[in-house]
C-alpha cells in the first residue's frame, strides 16, 4: 500500500511539472514571436532541475525484476558541455531505499539537441528498519532437499555508481526532454543474527525518461 501510495504521489508530481512547464513554455515562445530580440538559442544555463522516472530492469536476483525509481537532481552548467549536480530519489528493491548522488555530465553539443555521457555514484538509505532476506549458510549445500532460509534483517543500505549515456532535446532555453540507459550496481548490507553481516549486488540496466527545467 505504501508503495503504491508513492508512486501515485511522483506520478501526481510528474504530471503538475509538465503542466507547468508546457504553461511556461507557451507563454515564453509567445512572447519570443512578439519580441524577436528576446529568441534564445535553447541553451542551459545556471542551475536548473532534471526530474526522471525510470525502472532498473535485467536482474533475477530478487522478487522484482523491474523494480520502479524516481529521482530529481540539481544541476548547475558550468559550461556548454559540462554541468554538475546532486540529487535524490526513491526505488523499490526488496526494500525502499533513498539513494543520495552525485552527478557529472558531459554534453557532446552545446545545442538544442545533443548526446551526453554521465556517472552518478552516492549511497542508498534504507526506509525500512526490518526485512526478510534470503539466508543461505555454505553449509546447508551438503544436504539434499535444500531450501533457502529467510531471516528478518535490518538493512543498512549500500554504495552505488551509475555511467550511462542519453540524449537530450531542448525545447527552449528553460524546458527540455532527455531520455537515458545507463548501467547501475548497487551494494546493499544488513544485519542479521548473532552479528552476521550480510552484503548483496546487484546489476541492472537503468532506463530513465524525464524532463529539464528551470
Known sequence: MIKQTLFLFFALIMSFTIAQAQTNTELTLSTQANNPELQTDFMLTGVYNITTLGVLSGSSQNR????????????????????????????????????????????????RFSPFVFVQSG?????????????????????PGYYPQYEEVKPLGGFMINPGFGIRHMF?????????????????NYDAASNTRIEADYNRLNIRIGILFH
Open 64 to 111: 522484482q525484476s523491474a523494480p520502479f525509481s524516481f529521482q530529481s537532481l540539481m544541476m548547475y552548467q558550468l559550461d556548454p558541455n559540462i554541468a554538475l549536480g546532486i540529487g535524490m530519489g526513491i526505488e523499490f528493491l526488496e526494500e525502499t531505499y533513498l539513494p543520495i548522488v552525485g552527478d557529472f555530465r558531459y554534453y557532446m553539443r552545446g545545442s
Open 123 to 143: 549511497y542508498s538509505l534504507p526506509t525500512d528498519k526490518t526485512a526478510n532476506e534470503n539466508i543461505v549458510y555454505d553449509y546447508y549445500s551438503i544436504w
Open 172 to 188: 527552449h532555453s528553460d524546458f527540455g526532454m532527455e531520455i537515458s540507459f545507463s548501467y547501475r550496481h548497487q551494494n546493499l
